[in-house]
């Protein structure tokens, strides 16, 4: 099926969807040179042709309490894009990521004969798994990233196929060589690339916290350093530039955007748990994963999470491999031990070596795979 008309929906809610949508319209248009790819997505996928009819970051938030904030909104845009593609059924819906935006749309497109794909596993083997339930009635195909994530869906039958992460062959082979000493404690100074999250939520709740950590380490300790922040977008730059600014943080070096450069150039990472984390992970980059939800929606989560971690590295190795402060210990002082605790007493090339064998499984072709997969799913409903 190679119809100039082709049309795929795709729905994209924040930065890290963004990149795995860009990633896959680029090796789609590979078999479809003349589809036309729409829906909602970011500025990597608007750069590969793909036209996005609502603002992407009105999709971006996160937890419980915050989306009920902005529930109105968010419910008028699944219904416009219900509406949409019920009217002018796409090839293929593929929602990608944010899944309690786009499993509602996926269930109802599904039940119209529409078929559709959900790319990024939600974290079923992590909390409220009776949405495996759900996620069978809405999807045709799950595309997930990481090999852990294949068993519930196998056990449930609903079709999966692992496509390991798009970032991986791109961040490995973009490592820069080991110039730097991997004994942190004598150094005069150390470069800290900090990450507070891509959403204003996540910044406004872990950016002070970081500054306090990182104030109190360089006066505790006789080691300077060097901050750098890559904000996710323009909307973060700006909160993340007042907030600096309100708080007297001026030796800190923000960019829009190159979080891999920026990371790459560093010694250590501080960053919101989160995809960043994998990304970390792929540079060799040790670190230290901090999260805070809203005290409530912590409060209603909590007796249906299923795992020990919640960082990536750590949930990949079964192990605490990286520190995670979560909640009460996403705090100053915590941060504080933990970075006293890389710089003095972490052996940082065994970490990196964990880190290495962490990272081989997720080499693949992950666009090739991934719109492989899709097209057969589109393939097959026109037989």
């Not at 195909?141 to 056990?155: D, Q, V």
């Not at 920026?262 to 792929?282: C, H, K, N, P, Q």
């Amino acid at each position: 099926m190679k119809a100039n008309n082709l049309t795929i929906a795709m729905v994209a809610g924040e930065k890290s969807g963004d990149l795995l949508g860009a990633d896959l319209i680029r090796n789609l248009k590979k078999i479809y040179p003349n589809a036309l790819f729409e829906g909602v997505g970011g500025p990597s996928m608007i750069s590969e042709g793909f036209q996005s009819h609502i603002d992407m970051d009105r999709l971006s938030v996160m937890g419980i309490m915050e989306p009920l904030k902005r529930l109105p909104e968010l419910i008028r845009h699944q219904k416009s894009l219900i509406k949409r593609y019920s009217q002018n059924p796409p090839a293929v819906f593929i929602g990608i990521d944010s899944p309690d935006f786009n499993l509602k749309i996926e269930r109802i497109l599904k039940s119209k004969s529409i078929k559709t794909v959900h790319y990024v596993s939600p974290s079923v083997w992590a909390w409220r798994q009776g949405r495996v339930k759900k996620i069978k009635v809405s999807v045709d195909l799950i595309l997930t990233l990481f090999p852990f994530e294949n068993e519930i869906y196998e056990k449930n039958n609903i079709p999966v196929k692992n496509v390991g992460h798009p970032l991986a062959s791109q961040l490995v082979n973009g490592r820069l060589s080991s110039r730097k000493r991997l004994d942190l404690s004598d150094r005069n100074e150390i470069s800290l690339c900090v990450m507070p999250g891509s959403r204003a939520e996540e910044v406004s709740k872990l950016l002070i916290i970081f500054i306090e950590a990182l104030d109190k380490f360089t006066i505790k300790n006789n080691i300077g350093l060097k901050i750098a922040i890559p904000a996710a977008n323009q909307s973060r730059y700006k909160q993340i530039s007042e907030i600096c600014t309100a708080h007297g943080f001026h030796d800190i070096k923000l960019t829009l955007g190159d979080s891999h450069k920026v990371m790459r150039e560093s010694d250590l990472v501080l960053l919101a748990s989160g995809t960043s984390s994998i990304e970390a992970m792929l540079l060799l980059k040790p670190m230290i994963v901090v999260y805070k939800l809203h005290w409530l929606t912590f409060l209603i989560a909590k007796p249906l999470i299923k795992t020990k971690f919640v960082a990536l590295p750590n949930l990949l190795s079964q192990k605490m491999l990286v520190p995670e402060l979560l909640q009460e210990n996403a705090n100053s002082e915590s941060i504080l031990f933990e970075l006293e605790q890389l710089v003095f007493h972490t052996d940082l090339l065994a970490i990196q070596n964990k880190f290495k064998r962490l990272s081989q499984p997720l080499m693949q072709n992950s666009g090739k795979i991934s719109a492989g997969a899709v097209s057969e799913l589109i393939e097959a409903s026109n037989l």
